[in-house]
Structures are given as structure tokens and as C-alpha cells.
């Protein structure tokens, strides 16, 4: 048997990123050779993540990328368990590795994208790297979600409070230069600070839009103040409600949090693009919030021990 030394454990170590104890064991396993502790160290990895699979991963970051000039980028939102670790510069660095992927693959979706081969290292696919990382970190992780922009015009990306919030946001343009590209990010930091559903009020559909109404017209029925009124008059108040509340729910139809005079957002767009001698019109979103319905982890621990004990 080769003699294991504490540099071929080192090495190891900061190759795989496991522990110190496991890298020893795995070299004293497979003989001191190094492809095969590595390959002993991951189907070490895969065991431990299915332990794992069951808790809860509702915290974590989501990232984005802008490549190719602002013509492709890519949004995903990865989970781990705590807080904690969704701070950690290995999860962060881990995080930027997949999005820095997906922006380039030809994946529709998460279960797809774990069958790729890894990028950065090509003996391992996407869903074993993720099983690597959850032995290295010692918490269940998930690439929960990701969407991909590939654009003529120009997508541009926003990230709120470190990672909880992230956005990406197309237009269509035939301008360019740093006041278009400033524009947009404003528009992402709107997005992002009040959530809007749609882009403009012509893509709600009218089935929302219907039923929307019948319930505003139930909720004004059933008011006494409004007993004694006929039908088309309760519809033409509540029309008005309803358009209020699509204003709400619409980017271009809502106040832009930034302005002075309380303009549109679409007014400000307009403004921009005139200014700069451009067409210029937003034609969609993304939006990701880290966690969001998910069912979060259970920390009363007092709550805890005093369930396990019948208290």
C-alpha cells in the first residue's frame, strides 16, 4: 500500500474541498490514487446529499449574468438551508459557476440542466457538482428555478439586498450607450421594489380582467351603502377600481418610484428615448425572490424539545 502523506492529503483537500479526515480515508482506500479517491469522495458526496434531501432549503441567492454585449443573460435562484451559508463566498462562488453555465446551455429546465456535464470539470454532470457541494457544505442545496434572455434589443440585470432579489429586464431598443443601459437598471430596481405581474395592462387578459371585475361588483353589492343602486351603475364605480388596481399590478401603468412630477413609468421611458434619439419599449421581465412559497425552516428550538419530551 502507498504511504499516505499529509501533502497528498492537502492536496486532496483543496482539490475536493471534503474534509480532512474523508480525504485521508479516501486515499487510503483507493491506494493513493488521486482519480480514484476523487471518484470515492463523490459517490461519498451523493450518499450524504440524499441524507440530506429532506430538509428544508428555503434560504439562499439569487444571481444573474449579462453577456454578449447585453444581447444574453440568465437568472437562477439556488437554496441551501440557512442564511448562513447563502452568505458563504463558497455557496456565492458555487452559484456564480451555474449561472455563468446556464446562460450558455440549451437546457429548458433544472432536470435537464443536471444531466449536462459540469463545465469546470467534465468527469462530473451538473446534478453530482450539486451533490458535491452539498457534502462539502454540509446542507441541502437546490437549483430551484432558472430563465435565460436572448435579445436584439438589450437585457440588462438588477440584484437587491445581496442576492434576495434579482431581475432581468428586455427591451427592444435600436439605441445603445450608458443613459439607455442606466434607464433599464431603473426599471429593474421598479421591478424589484414594487413587483408588478405584467408589463402593460394589454397583457392581462380579459379573463382576469372579467373576473376581477365580478368580484368587485360582488364586494360593492354586498355593501349597504350601495343597496339602492342598479346594476349598471355598481359596474361603472367598480370599473374604475378595477383600473385602479391594474395600474398597480402593471410596470408601465405604475408611478416610477424615482420621479419628481409622478410621471409613468412608460412617461419615463418615452422621455428617454427621446432624448436620445432612439426607439426604445420594455418588452419583459423576470423577477426571482429567494424562498418565495417556500415553506421556511422551523427554528423555535424551545418549541422543538418540548414537543420531542410531550411538554
Not at 470539470?121 to 452539498?134: C, H, N
Not at 368580484?215 to 342598479?230: E, F, R
Request: net charge negative.
Amino acid at each position: 500500500m502507498a504511504a499516505i502523506t499529509a501533502s497528498m492529503v492537502k492536496e486532496l483537500r483543496e482539490i475536493s474541498g471534503a474534509g480532512m479526515m474523508d480525504c485521508k480515508k479516501a486515499l487510503a482506500e483507493t491506494d493513493g490514487d488521486f482519480d480514484k479517491a476523487m471518484e470515492f469522495l463523490r459517490e461519498k458526496g451523493l450518499a450524504t446529499a440524499q441524507k440530506k434531501a429532506g430538509r428544508i432549503a428555503a434560504e439562499g441567492i439569487v444571481m444573474t449574468t449579462v453577456v454578449d454585449g447585453g444581447k444574453k443573460a440568465a437568472i437562477v435562484e439556488v437554496n441551501a438551508e440557512t442564511d448562513f451559508v447563502a452568505k458563504n463566498d463558497v455557496f456565492q462562488g458555487y452559484v456564480s459557476e451555474v449561472v455563468a453555465q446556464i446562460v450558455n446551455s440549451d437546457a429548458a429546465d433544472v432536470e435537464a440542466f443536471k444531466e449536462e456535464k459540469w463545465a469546470l470539470d467534465e468527469s462530473m454532470t451538473v446534478g453530482e457538482k450539486l451533490a458535491a457541494m452539498i457534502a462539502k457544505i454540509g446542507e441541502n442545496m437546490n437549483i430551484r428555478r432558472f430563465e435565460k434572455v436572448t435579445t436584439d434589443g438589450m437585457v440588462v440585470s438588477y440584484i437587491h439586498a445581496g442576492g434576495k432579489i434579482g431581475v432581468l429586464v428586455e427591451a427592444d431598443t435600436d439605441g445603445s450607450g450608458a443613459e439607455i443601459e442606466e434607464c433599464l437598471k431603473n426599471i429593474a430596481m421598479q421591478v424589484a421594489a414594487m413587483n408588478p405581474k405584467y408589463v402593460s395592462t394589454a397583457d392581462v387578459s380579459e379573463e382576469y380582467k372579467a373576473h376581477e371585475l365580478e368580484i368587485l361588483v360582488a364586494q360593492a353589492k354586498n355593501d349597504p351603502k350601495n343597496a339602492n343602486k342598479p346594476d349598471n351603475i355598481i359596474e361603472k364605480m367598480v370599473q374604475g377600481r378595477l383600473n385602479k388596481e391594474l395600474k398597480e399590478v402593471c410596470l408601465l401603468e405604475q408611478e416610477y418610484v424615482k420621479a419628481e412630477n409622478k410621471e409613468s413609468v412608460a412617461q419615463y421611458v418615452a422621455n428617454v428615448a427621446k432624448a436620445n434619439g432612439c426607439n426604445l419599449a420594455v418588452k419583459n421581465f423576470v423577477r426571482f425572490e429567494t424562498g418565495e412559497g417556500l415553506e421556511k425552516k422551523n427554528e423555535d428550538f424551545a418549541a422543538e424539545v418540548a414537543a420531542q419530551m410531550g411538554l
